[in-house]
Structure formats: structure tokens, C-alpha cells
């Protein structure tokens, strides 16, 4: 303890401009997942509770307030617009503000509401640009950096046909990413998602349900064709391929390894890529730019698992989330580059009872002083994991395989998929003005503090900051000298 004091004692802001910026997105990451992630990995390490997550060495945290425009619990797209652009929007509205409701397709169009991202900024500024995940790359919070609809489901035509709205109007979220101004300049977009990509009739290389388009727009081949126009261009849908390519001279790099989401981790897909592999081949290629650069990188499916109330997945999708940050923290220097561990919400999971210490939290944790039957250690308040009684008592998880990687954790409401929660979520930060994240914040401050840091976009920032104060500086030495 003397030497956390120490530390702590010892914490100098960097006060500098943040060439480089990087978001991590543990989706439904709530404090109880993360706690869970890092007694899991403690388990295993043999460093039980005295664990250290690589995001937990980060100097600077704060907590953050994640309710959208209209709800008090958001949802994953209200929350990527805010805390991406800096403004709340309406629950399942994605870069557009709160004038834009729910499926107004006309409202989208209208660029006063258009919100932009830190991405955007980043792109204005002549830096490159890259986003990773491992669900679809059209999802809402990879969306949140390049896209603007009223409604985050239009992830193709075909979505936004099916609801009845003109997709010659509304444009989707993956005609977005190819053809919009900013998707358009992304650089590196590694993720799932082929389905919103390709037209119907046109066959996936792993699904025999294949393309979903109704406009037989084939994007992975305007994809192609546009980036090898600029320069050195590749499109991967197999791990594989993605090891394989030469990040040294590759300019534009597509990767979309799955027909939806990627696998979740517990199922090694071998045709999937790691998070981690992913964020090396995106910061190879990003680091190149002497510009600097905008990095996103989601874990994607700790939310998804979560959602199925499967905590083991998802405790094992948030060990792969930590491994992407510990890659990048050893990649990139903390002098120049700006790294935030983030949340957008929090779900309805707790870990409850009385371990004994050196305990597996993914197991049992104590027996019920009411029906004398164990109870597990992760559970949740609402979800699939719903069981009710049998026999006029309920099951007994001991009589039950909670080792599987799909068990569901107990629910005490049934839904066909959990909630989210609405308590604050964490944010962790490391590099420059990383002092800029202390105390609590809303979601939407978040990319007001990195403009500031990086010197991109509206709103104060650094560089203009350290202008106009060096200035008086001068103007006071001056006049102290002409005294
Ligand atoms: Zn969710």
C-alpha cells in the first residue's frame, strides 16, 4: 500500500497534445464485468484478487453518466452518439441529435442535425482513421463514428426497406461506411457483417444464407475498387488472410470475417481473428501515418453474451478486450498517444455473496439461508437465464453444468434477452491531458476533452490554449521588464 502511495504521489499530467488518439469500447461493460474479468484472470495467473488489468495501470479514471436524450437507460447507438460527437441523442438514433426521432427518415437528412464525430475531426485534420470490432462493423457503436440515421437497425437496404421507409432517401448504415464522406475515409475497418455488404443472390464464402441487398449493390467490391484507386488496398474475410497481409505497404485494409457478428471467443471460429490480432494489423498500419491518427476499438460481444445472460462468454470476451489494450499500450508511447477504456452502458449483472477468497467467480458462491439450495456467484436481474420453479422450488445450479461456456446465469424476470442497466460506467485513460478524465462526466463530454487534447474539431483546445497563454506570458515578462 505504501507503494500505490507512492505511485499515486508520484502522477504527472502530460501536458501535451495527444498526436494520437484511441478509444476502447467494452460494450455492457459494466464495473461487475470488469471485476468479474479481472478475478478470472487472477484465477489463473495465480495472482487471485491482487490482479492487475492493464487498463487499472492507467493514471487518470473518472465515472461516467450514460442516459440518452430520451431514456434513462440508453441503448448502445444513443450512447456512441454521445459519447463519439459530444451530444445526447434519442435512444436507437445514431449521429444525429435530439431534433432526429426515432425513424424520422427525413429529419436524418437534414445536415444542421447531423452531429460529428471525433473520428470526423480527426480525418478534417489530415489524420488517418480506423475502426475494430467484433460484431458486425455496421453495428451501433462502430456506426457512431462514421454514420447518421434515425434509426441504428437500417444496417442495409433491406432493413430499411422492411420498415417501410424510401432507401433511395435513407441511406443505410453500410452504404454509409463505403460511399459517405467520412465512412468513405476510413482507413482500416476490421469486423463481421458480410450480409449488409452484398446483394441477395450473391453467396457468402462460409454461410449458405448469403447476401441481404435488395439494391444489388455489391459495397466489398466498390470497396475494392475505389480504395485501389488511392493506393494499396485489401479485402480479407479469413484470419488467415488478415496475418497474411503486409501491414508495411498496405494503405486500406478491409476485413469483415463473418456473415454477422463475429464468433464469440468460446467458440474458436478459426476463420475469426482475435480483437487483439485485429487492433496489432490496425495500429501497423495507422502507426505509419506521421499525421497521427483515430483509432476505435470495440468488444463488441461482451454485451451480446451478456444479453443471452451467458457470463462466462461474456467474462471471456472481456479477457479479449483486455488483451487489445494490453497490445496497444505496448505499442504506442503514452508521451504522444492518448488511450480511453470506456463503456457505453452498464448491464443488469451482479456478483453476489460471500467467496471465499481464491474462489472461481464464474462458479458457486453460497447456499440460501431460505431454501438450503447453492446460488452462483454471477447472476442476473432480467434475461433468458429466467428458470422458474420445479417442484415448487427452484433448480439447483449444483445439479446444473454452469463450466459450460453457454451456461445461463440465473435471471429473476424473463426476457428473451437482458436489459441494459443504467448505473454510471467506468472510463480509464492513459497519455495526454489523460487528467482531463477525473471525477464523473456525462458520455457526452468525452470527445469535447479529446478534441481539446488533440487539437482537432470545435470547442477549446490545447494548442489554441497554449497560444493565447504563452502569449500573455510574454506580454507579462515584457511589461514586468519595462517596469
Ligand atoms: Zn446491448
Known amino acids: ?97 435530439a431534433n432526429v426521432l426515432l425513424n424520422d427518415c427525413d429529419a436524418m437528412n437534414v445536415p444542421q442535425f447531423h452531429t460529428k464525430s471525433i473520428l470526423r475531426n480527426f480525418q478534417e485534420a489530415g489524420k488517418s482513421t480506423g475502426i475494430v470490432t467484433v460484431t458486425r462493423v455496421t453495428h451501433a457503436s462502430p456506426a457512431g463514428n462514421y454514420a447518421h440515421t434515425a434509426e441504428r437497425h437500417w444496417e442495409s437496404d433491406d432493413d430499411v426497406n422492411d420498415a417501410e421507409e424510401d432507401s433511395e432517401l435513407c441511406d443505410d448504415v453500410a452504404e454509409q461506411l463505403v460511399l459517405g464522406e467520412t465512412g468513405s475515409q476510413i482507413k482500416v475497418i476490421l469486423g463481421g457483417g458480410r450480409q449488409k455488404f452484398t446483394p441477395k443472390g450473391v453467396d457468402d464464402p462460409e454461410d449458405g444464407d448469403g447476401g441481404k441487398r435488395d439494391d444489388g449493390k455489391n459495397l466489398i467490391e466498390t470497396w475494392v475498387n475505389q480504395k485501389t484507386l488511392l493506393g494499396n488496398a485489401s479485402y480479407v474475410w479469413h484470419r488467415n488472410d ?136 454471477i447472476m442476473y436481474t432480467n434475461g433468458p437465464g429466467y428458470r422458474g420453479e420445479k417442484d415448487g422450488s427452484r433448480p439447483d445450479p449444483s445439479e446444473e453444468d454452469y463450466t459450460d461456456p453457454h451456461y445461463l446465469g440465473a435471471a429473476t424476470v424473463p426476457m428473451i434477452e437482458s436489459n441494459h442497466a443504467g448505473e454510471d460506467v467506468f472510463l480509464y485513460a492513459r497519455g495526454p491531458h489523460a487528467h482531463l478524465f477525473t471525477g464523473i462526466h456525462e458520455n457526452a463530454y468525452i470527445p469535447h476533452a479529446v478534441r481539446y487534447a488533440a487539437c482537432v474539431g470545435d470547442g477549446l483546445q490545447f494548442c489554441s490554449a497554449k497560444g493565447a497563454k504563452e502569449g500573455r506570458e510574454e506580454e507579462q515578462t515584457e511589461g514586468e521588464e519595462e517596469e
Do not use: C
Open 1 to 97: 500500500m505504501q507503494a500505490d502511495l507512492q505511485a499515486q504521489l508520484s502522477k504527472i499530467p502530460i501536458v501535451k497534445q495527444a498526436k494520437n488518439v484511441i478509444v476502447f469500447l467494452g460494450d455492457g461493460t459494466s464495473i461487475s464485468t470488469l471485476t468479474a474479468a479481472r478475478l478470472e484472470k487472477g484465477l489463473r495467473t495465480g495472482n487471485f484478487e491482487h490482479e492487475v488489468m492493464t487498463y487499472e495501470t492507467f493514471p487518470y479514471s473518472t465515472l461516467i453518466k450514460t442516459y440518452s436524450a430520451d431514456k434513462v437507460v440508453t441503448d448502445s447507438a444513443a450512447s456512441a452518439t454521445a459519447y463519439l460527437t459530444g451530444v445526447k441523442g434519442n435512444q436507437a438514433t445514431i449521429g444525429v441529435d
Open 242 to 377: 488478415l496475418l497474411g497481409v503486409d501491414t508495411s505497404t498496405t494503405d486500406y485494409l478491409l476485413g469483415l470475417f463473418d456473415w454477422s457478428h463475429m464468433s464469440y471467443y468460446v467458440d474458436k471460429d478459426t476463420s475469426n481473428p482475435t480483437l487483439e490480432e485485429m487492433t496489432r494489423a490496425a495500429l501497423e498500419i495507422l502507426t505509419r501515418d506521421s499525421n497521427g491518427f483515430y483509432l476505435f476499438v470495440e468488444g463488441g460481444l461482451i454485451d451480446r453474451a451478456h444479453h443471452l445472460n451467458e457470463h462466462r462468454s461474456a467474462i471471456e470476451e472481456a479477457l479479449e478486450f483486455e488483451k487489445a489494450i494490453a497490445l496497444a499500450d505496448s505499442m504506442t508511447d503514452p508521451e504522444d498517444t492518448l488511450i480511453l477504456v470506456t463503456a457505453d452502458h452498464s448491464q443488469p449483472v451482479v456478483i453476489n455473496g460471500y467467496q471465499d477468497r481464491g474462489s472461481d467467480v464464474l462458479g458457486l458462491a453460497d447456499y440460501s439461508d431460505v431454501d438450503g439450495l447453492p446460488y452462483t456467484a
